[in-house]
């Protein structure tokens, strides 16, 4: 077949795909730039001005307005994951990421879950957790403390309550307290107050804040002792996201492996990162690689959400891994499932005030903070997935490099386009190196 008809074949296919709203876009990835962009316009309706958010996300002067001492804008690539289906709609995954390889992993272990069926999730409810930090109390006002604050829970959740106009008309604002007294810690005793707080469709930290500090007065009233910190916590394991996949055996065959080898070495990986923390932290940080991309290119704070997979990966008291991989016994099919804490927004902060991140959202089409997430935990397991597909058959280097070698041509001065060229050489000759990228652009390529 010539390159023409092979090329008329792939838009017909992209031309169909689109008709049909499917993310399983065959030849995305050997589109231009100005091509890929107008298909992801056309799919998430965008504007023209929209659409231009790609090429200026951030302009300076609204820069300048979301933070201190700015001196310029940093940039990071924006690519498209494709191939999703996450309980039963098809999408399209905004990534912003510098590191090679991620947006095609993320793809193609969707692409494998696809013909499973695509993902399936689970979402809490959108509930954060602030904490008041009691001190000055000794160990006998401990319980009589703990009683008065149990007495007066419904009076301190209607202070919290009240501190917003917003959330209780949508359903959220306060919701339960906790109370947790230490009797020893390297500090002497104290008393922790948890306020269990329904976000909706914000992350919520300022919300939190704001009602933590509001019913701290009440709480240093109740129980004599002195409030110290008054502050959410990103352990936010009352909001957890659970996504679930099932990986026809056919799917994972790879460098001469059958399917179900393939299968069984997955899980004997996995198994490594449930028992040490030294692969776990590794295995999770894979995870994190599909997950901190969307994340960020949803204006969402993904400091926040690292902070919280990895202390819900310790909750035992070992860190372990935050997936599990098995294998269906009747079918020989692959199942994989991810659970993690994911403290996300559709609503406020720069998700809103930056306009590539709503344009994200737009091609998202996330409807609230729950689908959000539920669309974060899927990407999370897809990239675990291919990660762990690659380590247990040829080895993560062998496509990684591949495309690190564009990487380093550019790094050593070559064009766009000379860079494809001069990788593709140094991946024919087996020396993907910054010596020689800088020897071929020396020679021109």
Known sequence: MNSHSSSDQNTTALEAALAARSSRLPGFYRLSVAQRRAIVASWAGLSAAEANHFDCGLPLER??????????????????????????????????????????????????????????????????????????????????????????????????????????????????????????????????VHLLYDTRDAMGANAVNTACEAIAPVIEAATGGQVLMRILSNLADRRLARASCRVPVAQLSKGGLEGAEVARRIVAANALAVVDPYRAATHNKGILNGIDPVVIATGNDWRSVEAGAHAYAARSGQYRSLTDWSVDETSGDLLGSLELPLALGTVGGSSRSHALAATCLKVLGANGSQELAATVASVGLAQNLSALRALVSEGIQSGHMALHARQLALAAGASAEAAHRIAEQMVREGSVRSARAAELVAIGG
């Open 63 to 192: 820069a300048d307005a979301m933070i201190e001492n700015v001196v310029g804008c940093f940039s990071l690539p924006v690519g498209i994951a494709t191939n999703f289906t996450v309980d039963g709609r098809d999408l399209l995954v905004p990534m912003a990421v510098e590191e090679p390889s991620v947006v095609a992993a993320a793809s193609h272990g969707a692409l494998m879950v696809r013909a499973g069926g695509g993902f399936v999730t689970a979402v809490d409810e959108p509930v954060m957790i602030g904490q008041i930090q009691v001190m000055g109390l000794n160990a006998e006002q401990m319980a009589p403390a703990c009683a008065r604050l149990r007495a007066l829970e419904a009076d301190i959740l209607a202070v919290a309550h009240a501190q917003s106009a917003s959330l209780p008309r949508l359903g959220g604002g306060a919701r339960a307290l906790e109370i947790r007294p230490f009797p020893e810690t390297p500090a002497g005793p104290m008393l922790v």
